[in-house]
């Protein structure tokens, strides 16, 4: 005889510098109920991990579902999904090894599984998005950091110790520019968001030309992009810069794996023709002459705040069950 209530529903959680969102995922895809809170907001390990868990009972008891959730999903900023830890993250506050995948699950008795942030984005774009039904694909997301998640036969690539796809920190330019992980020329620091604004500064210094850029009152990717809407030559030339690295780190990653697709997240990637067309030519240009022409370069359509939690929620829905209430 079967018994007790089928559990229909999980919790999805995505972590960044600035917000955690969490939500209540059904198992269509469907988000049923969700929130976030200023993740800076906690710089002390053990004083976000109360918040994360009291903001998740909370969500659950005020949507009737504690008899319904199966499992807990998080992704976070170098996230081992190995060993369910946050790893040395050069970008967060909390440093060293925090095994926050154990803190979670130790406190609200759920199982919970843990990935980086590119990880779950993948998981979420094979399940809903522009990776569904390919078996051999890459995603990279840009924003903060850059990251990459390596799909191989239809599973993600982790390597020995759960650390693959760590394209951002593969060197671009020898001696080059310092990254926040402590190596010098990492991919990551010419076409993430620190990257993009300092390649802009760059080209300011260098020459006196007129600029839009010169009057922002804040200098971003976004704010970037819409002076290229302009048509300001010097914002064009930043993302044509931009362009010219990613394009040689994708083809290196292109021409290691030979995926089926490329597909680019996260909110640089929304910077469009000014982004795509020199990365694109510099891809072409640069990668191994045999799978020339045969990848496909494509940008998200999932929403960025869809995607996240989403990819979440498949992390939870693969972990096994597991609860201390049984």
């Known amino acids: 005889m079967l018994k007790g209530v089928q559990k229909t529903q999980v919790i999805g959680v995505d972590i960044s510098l600035e917000e955690t969102s969490y939500a209540i995922v059904d198992v269509r895809g469907n988000i049923l109920a969700r929130d976030s809170f200023d993740s800076s907001a906690y710089p002390q390990i053990e004083g976000y991990v109360s918040k994360l868990c009291d903001s998740i009972v909370k969500l659950i008891e005020e949507n009737d579902a504690i008899e319904h959730i199966r499992s807990i999903g998080i992704s976070a900023p170098s996230g081992n999904n190995l060993t369910g830890c946050i790893e040395n993250s050069p970008n967060m506050p909390w440093r060293g090894v925090i095994p926050l995948a154990a803190m979670v699950r130790d406190r609200l008795g759920l199982a919970v599984a843990l990935a980086n942030d590119c990880h779950a984005v993948a998981m979420g774009e094979q399940a809903f998005g522009s990776a569904h039904g390919l078996r051999n694909f890459c995603v990279i997301t840009l924003g903060h950091g850059l990251g990459c998640t390596v799909f191989s036969g239809g599973t993600v690539h982790t390597g020995a110790n759960g650390f693959a796809g760590e394209l951002g920190h593969t060197c671009i330019v020898d001696n080059g520019r310092a990254c926040n992980c402590g190596r010098l020329g990492c991919l990551e620091s010419y076409v993430a968001s620190k990257g993009i604004v300092r390649t802009a500064r760059e080209l300011m210094e260098e020459n006196n030309d007129s600029s839009l850029m010169r009057d922002l009152e804040k200098l971003t990717p976004k704010t970037i992009r819409d002076c290229c809407e302009k048509g300001d030559r010097m914002a064009i030339e930043v ?21 089926e697709a490329i597909i680019l997240t996260g909110g640089i ?58």
Do not use: C
């Open 239 to 259: 993302y044509r810069r931009t362009g010219y690295w990613l394009g040689i780190g994708l083809a290196n990653l292109a021409t290691m794996f030979d995926p």
């Open 269 to 326: 990637s929304q910077a469009g023709r000014w982004l795509t067309e020199p990365t694109k030519d510099s891809f072409e240009n640069h990668v191994f002459n045999n799978i020339r022409g045969r990848v496909d370069l494509i940008v998200s359509q999932l929403s960025n705040r869809e995607r996240d939690i989403l990819g979440a929620s498949v992390l939870a829905w693969n972990v096994k069950e597991y609860s201390l209430f049984k």
